[in-house]
């Protein structure tokens, strides 16, 4: 595991001499990870496992809820209430009292796929992506896709009917916003590039083009996506995490002995860099953060 310097400015993101720690391992599969500011702790998602996790420094892994609908990116509103994409559940939930309740399962009355990554917006209103993943099931069955395509959806807040914003991805997945929200980033694992949107005012997307493309040697694929305070855009992809800047230049990479899914800032000053690998969740320092 180390870091890779592209471009100088790398260099004052995180230290290249900086290690890369483990914190756990032994799962199935993990992906999510959010970091709980006021309760001092990171969630994250085991899929298969169906397990939704929690770690703090203090007190280490425990289970936070289990069956999880085999959620996979996680989120939190305003109020800290925990946001789920649930492939089982092919929903989006909210933790309301320490119980998952919809927020949506479906768009013009048909299910949703399986809702794969979540972020909210300012104003409350919820964006995610719906790829197929979670649709084949263990035992060989594979559910009807309801919806025929792989929809980028926003929830506006206090709705339960889903706003289609674009529906040519093949398979969309992380998704992140610039801190104007004037700027929409989502991968697409499939074509294994980022694409950008402008936001209009009224929610819309405009403006699509193709931000960077992450074609190279490695485990992993575009998944999990964070921006960090300066706009530059960290997207897992082949060999672990690349690192572009918001003109779409490649500054570094995280390298990773095994594939990287997603990754979220977290600790008391947000500069500490949470990944999602295979059956491990690592962390590194930075020198920038959320």
Known sequence: MSIEIIRPEMADLIDPATQIEKVGGDFKFTEGPVWHTEKQCLFFSDIPANILYKW?????FSIHREPSQNTNGLTLNAQGQLISSEHSGRRVSIEIDGEAQTLVSTYQGKRLNSPNDVIVCKNGDTLFTDPP?????KDGVILEQETPFS???RLPANASEPVLLIDDFDRPNGLAISADEKTLYVDDTARKHIRAF???????L???RIFAEL????????????LDRHGNVYCTGAGGVWIFNSNGDLLGKIHVDTSAANLGWGDDDMQ???LTANTEILRLRCKTGA
């Open 151 to 153: 929809g980028v959806y």
């Open 56 to 60: 703090t420094q203090r007190d280490g």
């Open 206 to 208: 405009s403006n699509d």
């Open 133 to 137: 993943y979670g649709l084949p099931k």
């Open 198 to 204: 402008d936001v209009n005012p009224d929610g819309t």
């Open 215 to 226: 074609i190279g040697e490695g485990k992993g694929a575009p998944d999990g996506m964070k």
């Open 272 to 274: 500490t860099l949470y």
